[in-house]
T-cell receptor, first 114, second 110 residues
Framework: DAGVTQSPTHLIKTRGQQVTLRCSPKSGHDTVSWYQQALGQGPQFIFQ???????QRGNFPDRFSGHQFPNYSSELNVNALLLGDSALYLCASSLQGANTGELFFGEGSRLTVL | GQNIDQPTEMTATEGAIVQINCTYQ??????LFWYQQHAGEAPTFLSYNVLDGLEEKGRFSSFLSRSKGYSYLLLKELQMKDSASYLC???????????FGAGTQVVVTP
């Protein structure tokens, strides 16, 4: 049973560029959430996708956008990259209505902005 | 404001017990979760409390008091592999939005 998979694992961009990160949820899960984790901090909620729609959004600017596909996989796009966008981007999947509803995380995509 | 507070770092000896406290003040509450995160790896789920009381799961136990906005994670019979960051998280709604603390780095020494 495949867990949450993310790609790429590492990438380096320069300020002003754009990046797309990809995520495949755990088999059977229908909800994908994205989190940003800066070094030494806990994950910060970016947004959540369910039924191909953005259901909730955290305190992130519109430069951060996403998409969910019919197969439940998801993309996170960040435009006009800033140095402060350097972080580990975690994708987490879950199943709506599940008993505990815990998040299952992927290994993350580490973004460095120079 | 909304806060989840936990100590930055704790050190303990192999075989000992460590208790990581977490206090929270959030806009909503739909469960308290603890995650373990080894350096460079993804967080992994450890425990879940939604009602007051103690939940035991092998060497790990977690306690919740909703009226006090307080939880703790108890790690017993510490092993070297328990050296990791432990994240306290509150699910703030039924959709599954989580708010995380900054994590407590536990260092287990021989």
């Amino acid at each position: 049973d495949a867990g949450v998979t993310q790609s790429p694992t590492h990438l380096i961009k320069t300020r002003g560029q754009q990046v797309t990160l990809r995520c495949s949820p755990k088999s059977g899960h229908d909800t994908v959430s994205w989190y940003q984790q800066a070094l030494g901090q806990g994950p910060q909620f970016i947004f959540q996708y369910y039924e191909e729609e953005e259901r909730q959004r955290g305190n992130f600017p519109d430069r951060f956008s996403g998409h969910q596909f019919p197969n439940y996989s998801s993309e996170l796009n960040v435009n006009a990259l800033l140095l402060g966008d350097s972080a580990l981007y975690l994708c987490a999947s879950s199943l709506q209505g599940a008993n505990t509803g815990e998040l299952f995380f992927g290994e993350g995509s580490r973004l460095t902005v120079l | 404001g909304q806060n989840i507070d936990q100590p930055t770092e704790m050190t303990a000896t192999e075989g000992a017990i460590v208790q990581i406290n977490c206090t929270y003040q959030t806009s909503g509450f739909n469960g308290l979760f603890w995650y373990q995160q080894h350096a460079g790896e993804a967080p992994t789920f450890l425990s879940y409390n939604v009602l007051d009381g103690l939940e035991e799961k092998g060497r790990f136990s977690s306690f919740l008091s909703r009226s006090k906005g307080y939880s703790y994670l108890l790690l017993k019979e510490l092993q070297m592999k328990d050296s990791a960051s432990y994240l306290c998280a509150v699910r703030t709604d039924s959709w599954g939005k989580f708010q995380f603390g900054a994590g407590t780095q536990v260092v287990v020494t021989p």
